[in-house]
């Protein structure tokens, strides 16, 4: 006979049990907006995919491809830019993970939510989700958490899952990451926890719109500055473009970027030293589609970024000794001669053969974090030491937008030194890229140049780093760059601390 204990004792038993196998069993992540952002039917939408991936930009044969920008609207909308995007990738590479980016549009938090309940489900059947993978993120970063909740109806990952099944032949694993409206920091936290998976063994999708509601051109104009910013990769240029056009009183304009902490972990990941290249591939807005209107749009915009298998090595390259060396030569040139009026001698015994070579360069100085002086040549005629201590002396005593630096000023001064590729004369400005390249325009017996970081320092888009350049460095009129002589040159920049 069984006694009530025992009854009791067996009961408890079964409920735990009961809750073990819950806590283990498996939650497939199900369909949110199936049969409203795009087909419900497997039929309707692979027929649906084929006649958006008919009229994508074709494969522009891209080499390595590691991570693509793509909206996440109406498949009707935005589709076709999305179709443009992922028709980059080679349909034969098998991926270790495809990492999907994408906003959260209905639960506010800080941090980055992956997925890890099961697998993802769509018309088009199951996509797995590397479980392990995410466990292992939310274990060692606190910025990861496993809340379910914003991903139950959220539709920028679920959204992107079709085009890979459609355009990926092999099996692939996918990383659902649900970003909140994070904050810079954060997405630098993200990013550097992300940026190990940057190679050719994963995929990265970051699920993006661009401008929503203006009218559309508006749209055009915003949303051709913050590719550029994000084209740039440069985390602070996005961040400044942004805010001034958050500023800037278009009417209607809701955001620039609605994906804006999965663009700008990205840029964390990328940028610096991450030898990659952003592509752009298609733009359009809403107002393009039958369905749309002019007057409140929302921007699209697909972009590849490809990444060189084996780091490229520059025309010239300076270790870390030599970079010391080379600022210290700067700052005791600079104190000397302020104090002295005099250059101080340099043994030429004492330095590496890349510090004798022939190399255009400038220093820039810095008080407390502002401009104090800046002067560079570009010809290389003579060893890069000595160019760096008549630029040093230069910058503190010859820039005419600055009186000359006093004895007392030395110690507070930051030295930064330029050092510079050979010029490139260019056709177009399409050849220059913001960020990457350095510009000086001659037009007559006037020149000017801007370097490279000056990008990164303003958050100028294109036409602006164009525009002041002329105007403000080569004194030829803010529009003068267009008929005038462009050359285009990398920097080396290291700096003291």
Excluded at 76 to 96: C, H, K, L, M
Excluded at 100 to 106: A, K, Q
Excluded at 303 to 311: E, G, M, S, W, Y
């Amino acid at each position: 006979m069984v006694t009530w204990k025992r009854m009791l004792l067996l009961l408890l038993l079964l409920l735990g049990v009961s809750v073990c196998n819950s806590q283990n069993r498996s939650e497939d992540r199900q369909p949110a907006v199936a049969g409203q952002f795009y087909p419900g039917r497997p039929d309707e939408l692979r027929r649906m995919l084929d006649d958006l991936f008919s009229k994508a930009v074709a494969r522009k044969n891209l080499s390595n491809v590691v991570a693509i920008i793509v909206p996440h609207a109406g498949y009707v909308y935005s589709g076709e830019v999305a179709a443009s995007g992922f028709n980059q990738i080679d349909p034969d590479r098998t991926y270790d993970n495809v990492f999907i980016l994408g906003p959260s549009h209905h639960v506010g938090f800080e941090g980055a939510a992956v997925y890890c309940s099961g697998n993802f489900i769509t018309p088009l059947g199951t996509v797995e989700v590397n479980r392990e993978l995410g466990e292992e993120l939310i274990k060692r970063y606190t910025m990861f958490t496993r809340r379910t909740d914003a991903h139950a109806y959220e539709h920028s990952i679920e959204v992107e899952i079709p085009f890979l099944q459609y355009q990926l032949k092999k099996h692939f694993r996918i990383v659902p990451i649900v970003l909140g409206a994070n904050s810079p920091e954060t997405c630098r936290e993200i990013g550097g926890a992300l940026k190990p998976f940057l190679n050719e063994k994963n995929l990265f999708v970051i699920s993006t719109d661009f401008s929503h509601y203006p009218k559309y051109e508006d749209a055009v104009t915003v949303d051709k500055a913050t590719a550029e910013a994000i084209m740039s990769n440069l985390p602070n240029n996005l961040i400044h473009t942004l805010r001034r056009y958050r500023q800037s009183g278009i009417p209607n304009l809701a955001t620039c970027l609605c994906g804006e902490s999965g663009v700008l972990t990205l840029l964390y990941m990328t940028s610096p030293g991450a030898e990659v290249t952003y592509r752009p591939i298609q733009y359009k807005n809403s107002g393009d589609v039958p369905v749309g209107d002019k007057e409140h749009v929302v921007g699209y915009y697909a972009i590849a970024i490809t990444k060189q298998t084996k780091p490229g090595k520059t025309s010239f390259e300076l270790d870390t000794k030599e970079k010391t060396a080379l600022l210290a030569i700067a700052r005791r040139t600079v104190e000397h001669y302020i104090r002295t009026r005099s250059v101080p001698e340099v043994d030429p015994a004492t330095l590496s053969s890349a510090l004798k070579t022939p190399c255009g360069a400038f220093v820039t100085l810095n008080k407390r974090g502002v401009l104090r002086g800046c002067i560079g040549r570009f010809d290389a005629d003579e060893p890069l030491y000595k160019v760096v201590q008549e630029m040093a002396v230069a910058s503190a005593t010859q820039d005419y937008r600055f009186k000359p630096v006093e004895e007392g000023e030395v110690r507070d001064l930051k030295i930064e030194i330029s050092v510079l590729t050979p010029m490139r004369k260019i056709s177009s400005i399409d050849e220059f890229q913001l960020g990457k390249h350095g510009i000086y325009m001659r037009k007559g017996a006037r020149g000017g140049t801007f370097l490279p970081q000056v990008a990164q320092e303003t958050g100028w888009t294109k036409e602006e780093f164009l525009g002041h350049c002329a105007q403000d460095k080569a004194g030829i009129g803010w529009e003068g760059w267009k008929d005038a002589d462009l050359y285009v040159y990398e920097a080396l920049v290291f700096g003291e601390k």
